[in-house]
Protein backbone atom coordinates (compact mmCIF):
# COMPACT_ATOMS: atom_id res chain seq x y z
CA UNK A 1 0.00 0.00 0.00
CA UNK A 2 1.41 3.51 -1.10
CA UNK A 3 1.07 6.64 0.82
CA UNK A 4 -1.28 9.45 0.55
CA UNK A 5 1.81 11.36 -0.97
CA UNK A 6 2.50 8.87 -3.19
CA UNK A 7 -1.15 8.57 -4.74
CA UNK A 8 -1.27 11.93 -5.62
CA UNK A 9 2.30 11.68 -7.04
CA UNK A 10 3.80 14.52 -4.48
CA UNK A 11 7.09 14.32 -4.10
CA UNK A 12 9.84 17.34 -3.51
CA UNK A 13 11.59 17.69 -7.17
CA UNK A 14 8.16 17.72 -8.29
CA UNK A 15 7.09 20.24 -6.37
CA UNK A 16 10.27 22.02 -5.94
CA UNK A 17 9.93 22.42 -10.00
CA UNK A 18 6.62 24.10 -9.81
CA UNK A 19 6.75 28.16 -10.36
CA UNK A 20 3.84 30.90 -8.77
CA UNK A 21 5.93 33.53 -10.41
CA UNK A 22 2.97 34.53 -12.52
CA UNK A 23 0.57 34.92 -10.02
CA UNK A 24 2.50 37.08 -7.49
CA UNK A 25 0.80 40.06 -9.46
CA UNK A 26 -2.14 38.98 -7.42
CA UNK A 27 -0.62 39.24 -4.19
CA UNK A 28 0.13 42.62 -3.25
CA UNK A 29 1.64 42.03 0.49
CA UNK A 30 5.15 41.80 0.13
CA UNK A 31 5.79 39.32 2.80
CA UNK A 32 2.88 36.80 1.08
CA UNK A 33 4.70 37.17 -2.15
CA UNK A 34 7.69 35.89 -0.47
CA UNK A 35 5.98 32.97 0.92
CA UNK A 36 4.78 31.68 -2.62
CA UNK A 37 8.63 31.38 -3.48
CA UNK A 38 9.48 29.74 -0.27
CA UNK A 39 9.71 26.02 -0.16
CA UNK A 40 9.83 24.33 1.34
CA UNK A 41 8.13 25.95 4.71
CA UNK A 42 4.97 27.31 2.89
CA UNK A 43 2.57 25.27 1.66
CA UNK A 44 1.42 27.50 -1.42
CA UNK A 45 3.52 25.10 -4.27
CA UNK A 46 1.76 21.80 -2.47
CA UNK A 47 -1.65 23.16 -3.48
CA UNK A 48 -0.72 24.29 -6.83
CA UNK A 49 0.66 21.14 -7.67
CA UNK A 50 -2.36 18.83 -6.51
CA UNK A 51 -4.61 21.79 -8.54
CA UNK A 52 -2.58 21.15 -11.46
CA UNK A 53 -2.42 17.49 -11.76
CA UNK A 54 -6.63 17.24 -12.59
CA UNK A 55 -9.09 19.13 -14.98
CA UNK A 56 -12.62 19.70 -13.54
CA UNK A 57 -12.02 19.57 -9.90
CA UNK A 58 -14.16 21.18 -7.50
CA UNK A 59 -11.84 22.43 -4.57
CA UNK A 60 -12.92 24.50 -1.44
CA UNK A 61 -10.32 26.49 0.45
CA UNK A 62 -12.12 26.74 4.21
CA UNK A 63 -10.44 30.09 5.85
CA UNK A 64 -9.94 32.32 3.34
CA UNK A 65 -7.87 34.93 4.88
CA UNK A 66 -6.33 36.84 1.92
CA UNK A 67 -6.93 34.59 -0.70
CA UNK A 68 -3.65 33.15 -1.15
CA UNK A 69 -4.68 29.86 -0.68
CA UNK A 70 -7.01 29.98 -3.04
CA UNK A 71 -4.94 32.09 -5.45
CA UNK A 72 -2.56 28.65 -5.27
CA UNK A 73 -5.65 26.65 -5.70
CA UNK A 74 -6.44 28.36 -8.73
CA UNK A 75 -3.45 28.38 -10.71
CA UNK A 76 -4.87 25.46 -12.53
CA UNK A 77 -7.78 27.82 -14.68
CA UNK A 78 -9.84 24.43 -15.46
CA UNK A 79 -10.73 23.99 -12.02
CA UNK A 80 -13.30 25.72 -9.61
CA UNK A 81 -12.29 27.22 -6.20
CA UNK A 82 -14.64 27.49 -3.90
CA UNK A 83 -13.42 29.82 -0.94
CA UNK A 84 -14.98 30.50 2.73
CA UNK A 85 -14.38 32.75 5.83
CA UNK A 86 -16.55 33.84 8.20
CA UNK A 87 -15.65 37.81 7.24
CA UNK A 88 -14.23 39.62 4.36
CA UNK A 89 -10.15 39.79 4.45
CA UNK A 90 -9.16 39.10 1.22
CA UNK A 91 -6.49 41.48 -0.13
CA UNK A 92 -5.78 40.36 -3.62
CA UNK A 93 -4.84 42.30 -6.93
CA UNK A 94 -6.52 42.08 -9.83
CA UNK A 95 -9.52 39.73 -8.32
CA UNK A 96 -11.14 39.95 -12.19
CA UNK A 97 -8.37 38.02 -13.19
CA UNK A 98 -9.49 34.54 -11.44
CA UNK A 99 -13.01 33.65 -12.58
CA UNK A 100 -12.15 30.30 -11.25
CA UNK A 101 -12.53 31.80 -7.86
CA UNK A 102 -15.92 32.14 -5.75
CA UNK A 103 -15.24 33.68 -2.91
CA UNK A 104 -17.66 33.06 0.06
CA UNK A 105 -18.71 34.74 3.02
CA UNK A 106 -20.47 32.75 5.77
CA UNK A 107 -20.81 29.16 6.94
CA UNK A 108 -18.93 26.61 4.48
CA UNK A 109 -20.98 24.04 6.53
CA UNK A 110 -23.94 24.89 4.78
CA UNK A 111 -22.81 24.23 1.63
CA UNK A 112 -23.94 21.46 0.20
CA UNK A 113 -21.23 21.17 -2.55
CA UNK A 114 -18.63 20.72 0.37
CA UNK A 115 -19.19 16.63 0.18
CA UNK A 116 -18.74 16.74 -3.58
CA UNK A 117 -15.49 18.81 -3.38
CA UNK A 118 -12.44 16.97 -5.22
CA UNK A 119 -10.42 18.37 -2.30
CA UNK A 120 -10.74 20.64 0.51
CA UNK A 121 -7.92 22.79 2.26
CA UNK A 122 -8.63 23.68 6.03
CA UNK A 123 -7.40 26.64 7.69
CA UNK A 124 -9.29 28.24 9.92
CA UNK A 125 -9.16 29.20 13.59
CA UNK A 126 -6.74 26.16 14.53
CA UNK A 127 -8.29 26.18 17.90
CA UNK A 128 -9.64 22.71 17.90
CA UNK A 129 -13.55 22.83 18.37
CA UNK A 130 -14.41 23.91 14.42
CA UNK A 131 -11.81 21.58 12.73
CA UNK A 132 -13.20 18.60 15.12
CA UNK A 133 -16.93 20.05 13.39
CA UNK A 134 -15.75 20.22 10.41
CA UNK A 135 -14.29 16.70 10.22
CA UNK A 136 -17.24 15.15 11.97
CA UNK A 137 -19.23 16.61 9.42
CA UNK A 138 -17.07 15.58 6.44
CA UNK A 139 -17.60 12.21 7.77
CA UNK A 140 -20.97 12.10 7.93
CA UNK A 141 -21.42 13.23 4.36
CA UNK A 142 -19.34 10.09 3.18
CA UNK A 143 -16.57 13.01 1.92
CA UNK A 144 -14.34 11.01 -0.68
CA UNK A 145 -11.90 13.55 -1.89
CA UNK A 146 -8.67 14.77 -0.13
CA UNK A 147 -8.87 16.82 3.08
CA UNK A 148 -5.59 19.16 3.58
CA UNK A 149 -5.36 20.05 7.33
CA UNK A 150 -3.13 22.96 8.05
CA UNK A 151 -1.07 24.16 10.86
CA UNK A 152 -1.67 20.20 12.37
CA UNK A 153 1.72 20.97 14.60
CA UNK A 154 0.85 24.85 15.75
CA UNK A 155 -0.39 24.37 19.06
CA UNK A 156 -1.34 21.96 21.30
CA UNK A 157 -4.83 21.70 20.08
CA UNK A 158 -4.25 20.91 16.90
CA UNK A 159 -1.55 18.80 17.75
CA UNK A 160 -4.47 16.69 19.16
CA UNK A 161 -7.09 16.93 16.89
CA UNK A 162 -4.42 15.70 14.17
CA UNK A 163 -3.54 12.48 16.23
CA UNK A 164 -7.46 12.17 16.81
CA UNK A 165 -8.37 11.65 12.99
CA UNK A 166 -9.86 8.08 12.68
CA UNK A 167 -9.13 7.97 8.85
CA UNK A 168 -5.98 7.06 6.39
CA UNK A 169 -3.66 10.53 7.20
CA UNK A 170 0.29 11.60 6.57
CA UNK A 171 1.72 14.24 7.72
CA UNK A 172 3.99 15.80 4.75
CA UNK A 173 5.32 18.53 6.89
CA UNK A 174 8.67 18.30 4.90
CA UNK A 175 7.16 19.04 1.88
CA UNK A 176 4.80 21.71 2.81
CA UNK A 177 4.23 24.29 6.02
CA UNK A 178 6.66 24.80 8.30
CA UNK A 179 4.01 24.62 11.36
CA UNK A 180 2.63 21.04 10.05
CA UNK A 181 0.43 19.60 6.90
CA UNK A 182 -1.33 16.85 7.28
CA UNK A 183 -3.21 14.87 4.17
CA UNK A 184 -6.29 13.13 5.09
CA UNK A 185 -8.60 10.40 3.13
CA UNK A 186 -11.89 10.39 4.92
CA UNK A 187 -12.94 7.37 3.14
CA UNK A 188 -10.08 5.46 4.09
CA UNK A 189 -9.62 3.72 7.01
CA UNK A 190 -6.43 4.45 9.65
CA UNK A 191 -3.55 2.71 8.35
CA UNK A 192 -2.27 0.15 11.11
CA UNK A 193 1.31 1.02 11.47
CA UNK A 194 4.23 -1.58 13.70
CA UNK A 195 4.34 1.29 15.91
CA UNK A 196 0.58 0.99 16.34
Known amino acids: MGT ?43 LAYLSQRTDGMLLFDVGTLY ?37 CVGDVLGDERLARADMILLDTAHEGPF ?10 RQFQGLLILDDIHLNP ?17 PLAHCSGTGLVLCSEPPWRTSSD
Not at 4 to 32: M, N, Q
Not at 68 to 87: E, G
Open 4 to 46: IAEKYGLSFEKIAALSLDAFERHIPLAEYRQYFRTFPGEHYRV
Open 67 to 103: GYSALAMATNSRNTVVSYNIKEQRLLAHAEELPNIEF
Open 131 to 140: EHLFLDQLLK
Open 157 to 173: MMEEFWKGVPCAKEDVT
